[in-house]
């Protein structure tokens, strides 16, 4: 009888510390409507204080982030209601039953799930990219409720109604200089087992259409998804628009005015007579984890590289006359893009004669932000024998920490869960540069709850995506290849601490000979991210005008490589 007693306690004691769902205080009901083409996928619970905006438009790594609760939906039918699992991890704030009574603002969110069956042979539920660039608050076809203001007390239940769905994007339209290129990929196709497309702005040069045999290098500026061709604005500024809107990143007043006036200076360049004539493009490669590849091949994502490299670009060359051999074509971007312009330039060294990495993400693993992957075994605190402290994840130029490289990873853990599906920043890192887990799914770096590291994981990292390591690792056949081809530049306090793997990977640049590695970098005093090279200017004004900054570099460097052919007045080809 005491041993029936203590299990019965133990019983009552397991349910006291974690309700079935059956007894969630939040239940969700879905507009039938609405139901059709929901079968799996993730729901969000958001609690908010803020009155201005939506709570999905709320979460962030501020300190004034709404609250969110994240659970797997798996096979709904309908009709069904769905209630919130109460262990549902939550960020910031781990646990329901933590969350304080008060007035909020709720709403419930759904992010879609497709079923993939890989060429690898595995199948996977992740969210599709619907021409939004992967951000699950804007995805069409996600489903919602309205934001309703709600006292939440101990005890209390609410049910929310999701009626609302994230319409349909609005295509881009073709202008004179700017062309929209979608095309199916052969290769990523084949991985994704069903049709897969890469896309591209692009922006032509003056007189195109006046010379038809002449042909132009191509620029690749890599970032993160873009809606359509940016910084090109063929009028002026509109005077009617006022210079009041304050840009808390930059602590400035009328900075759209200032965009719209540095993109209208842009066309004025792009269009007069001595400026050069090339072509530029914008990527568009969203996937299911991210708004855009990293433009590398990655067992997760797939060939992205080599779908880029031999069949995007080459389709686009043919198109529009570029010339289309590697010593044509450069490669530029920041962050996100800083990173793929130097990884493209090393994993295709003779298809790209140059490339202006600006505040790239890592490229050096020991310096993976404020983590070691080598050497710390934990990437969310610096351990030692009677202490841990908290590795910090994003300051000011002033060395103020406003957010936790923890409370980045618990972010994205509750918006996507343990699968590496939340869409966002460290979540990428690990589904481009693992290796496939067992389930199908991107084999974690680290813990995503602890932040214990795996080393066998990292060693991973290490061999195939480490960018510094690899060129030092191959530099006897890569260097050749690469010399004159690599520049970097980077603030040297960069928000999120990218500049300690420059410093890094400048050692060993520094380093080289046979050959030596024949570029430059360089550093912003107190820049923060992402510095791209002028320490004249501003970032804010900077940041505006990548598809200038480099010019005299290029122009150099065509000086050095380009056949005798080409002309280098106005950087064309002639061919009959």
Known sequence: MKKLLNFILIICLFWACKPPIENSPVSIKISPELEAGLTDGRLLMIFSSDKEKEPRFSISDDASTAQVFGMDIENFTPGDVIKLDTSSFGYPIENLKDLAEGNYVMQAFIIKYETFTRSDGHTVKLAMDKGEGRKWANTPGNIYSEAIPFNWTKGATIQLTINQEIPPVEEPEDSKYIKHIKMKSELLSKFWGMDTYLGAHVLLPEGFDENPNQYYPLMVFHGHFPDDFGGFRTIPPDPDLLEDDYSARFGIYGYQKMQEQEAYDFYKKWTSPDFKRFIIIEIQHANPFYDDSYAVNSENLGPYGDALTYELIPYIEKQFRGIGEGWSRFLYGGSTGGWEALAAQVFYPEEYNGCFAACPDPID??????????????????????????????????????????????????????????????????????????????????????????????????????????????????????????????????????????????????????????????????????????PNLPNYITRLRYNTMYLDKIEDRLKETAPASFNQQNWTLTKN
């Open 365 to 534: 693993f020991r310096a993976f932000t404020t983590i070691n992957l080598y050497d710390d075994k934990n990437a969310y605190y610096q351990e030692g024998e009677f202490r841990k402290t908290l590795r910090p994840g994003h300051r000011d130029y002033l060395g103020h920490v406003s957010a936790m490289v923890k409370d980045m990873n618990h972010r994205e853990l509750a918006i996507g869960g343990p699968k590496t599906r939340s869409g966002e920043q460290f979540d990428i890192w690990q589904a481009v540069y693992s290796p496939v887990g067992e389930d199908g799914y991107p084999k974690p770096i680290w813990d995503k709850k602890t932040g214990e590291i795996d080393p066998t994981v990292a060693e991973f990292w290490r061999e195939n995506y480490d960018l510094r390591y690899i060129m030092e690792r191959d530099w006897e056949t890569l260097g050749p290849k690469l010399e004159g081809k690599v520049n970097i530049y980077c603030g040297d306090m960069d928000n999120y601490y990218l500049n300690n793997a420059v410093y890094l990977t400048e050692t060993f640049l520094e380093q080289t000979d046979k050959p030596y590695y024949g570029g430059e970098v360089a550093y912003g005093d107190r820049a923060e991210h992402c510095w791209n090279g002028d």
